[in-house]
């Protein structure tokens, strides 16, 4: 995946639909591209993840699971089964740029998928070094939260 195509799979993004194609661009020169076969694992730990294509399983983690024994088996298929997916222009993880103490979350891969991502560090670079990005991605994110709103 190419710049440019890192750059339309940003755009694509909701979230990120109107911030500026030279901000776009800034994150996709950061941004990375990964695919991913079934059942392949990546986590919100250090990271900001946009599905450009394919099918994933969102899981939370409940406080404290990772300090329970066996709380972090699971298998592929349960997780698969019982988690929210995410699709096309969905972004994950985005939260913990703004607050890192957000829980991490992990996403599976359904089917065959290719995400776009960047580290919640160049992210947070990019917003810092224009207020005007940070601004519209902050009223972005506030009108799909309101447009969610009982």
Do not use: Y
Request: overall charge negative; hydrophobic content about 50%; some cysteine.
């Amino acid at each position: 995946m190419d710049l440019l195509e890192r750059a339309r799979a940003l755009a694509a993004c909701p979230l990120f639909e109107n911030l500026a194609p030279a901000v776009l661009i800034r994150l996709a020169e950061r941004a990375r591209a990964t695919e991913l076969v079934r059942g392949d694992r990546r986590t919100t730990e250090d990271s900001v993840w946009v599905v450009a294509r394919g099918v994933l399983a969102v899981v939370i983690r409940a406080a404290g699971a990772e300090h329970t024994p066996g709380a972090d088996v699971a298998t592929t298929s349960i997780v698969i089964k019982r988690g929210a997916p995410a699709i096309a222009g969905n972004a994950v993880g985005i939260v913990r740029v703004v607050r890192p103490a957000t829980p991490i979350v992990e996403v599976i891969a359904e089917q065959p998928s290719v995400l776009v991502g960047l580290t919640v560090h160049d992210v947070r670079d990019v917003l810092e070094e224009d207020p005007a990005a940070l601004t519209a991605l902050a009223d972005r994110l506030a009108g799909l939260l309101l447009d969610q709103a009982p």
